[in-house]
């Protein structure tokens, strides 16, 4: 079955970076577009990069310019390099696949960005 798993995050001044991986299993991760998406508390889940299997990118506006999405379909996995990160960054942060018309999540990883 597909298997999402996060990992990378952790307590981090502002300013600081953190670099977010997500490893994919069940799923021919070459062909997938690759999304990052976050949750802060009382929030609704967001959209904050994707990847697609030609390798293009988007951002959403928040974090263009500090944050950058890649893969590596070697070891089916997906990052997200995340630089000068805010206080309003911090949240759950997801990887997130859509495969055969079903959504699929990881469990996430909490990225807690201190003032």
């Known amino acids: 079955q597909v298997r999402l798993v996060e990992s990378g995050g952790g307590l981090v001044q502002a300013g600081g970076s953190l670099r977010l991986s997500c490893t994919a299993s069940?799923?021919?991760?070459?062909?997938?577009?690759m999304n990052w998406h976050r949750q802060a508390p009382g929030n609704e889940r967001e959209l904050v990069a994707n990847?697609?299997?030609?390798?293009?990118?988007s951002y959403a506006d928040v974090v263009a310019g500090r944050f950058t999405v890649s893969r590596d379909n070697a070891w089916n996995r997906v990052y997200l390099q995340m630089n000068s990160l805010k206080p309003e960054d911090t949240a759950v942060y997801y990887c997130h696949v859509k495969h055969r018309g079903s959504n699929y999540w990881g469990r996430g990883t909490q990225v807690t960005v201190s003032s």
């Open positions: 990847i697609s299997s030609s390798g293009a990118t």
């Open positions: 069940g799923i021919n991760f070459k062909i997938y577009t």
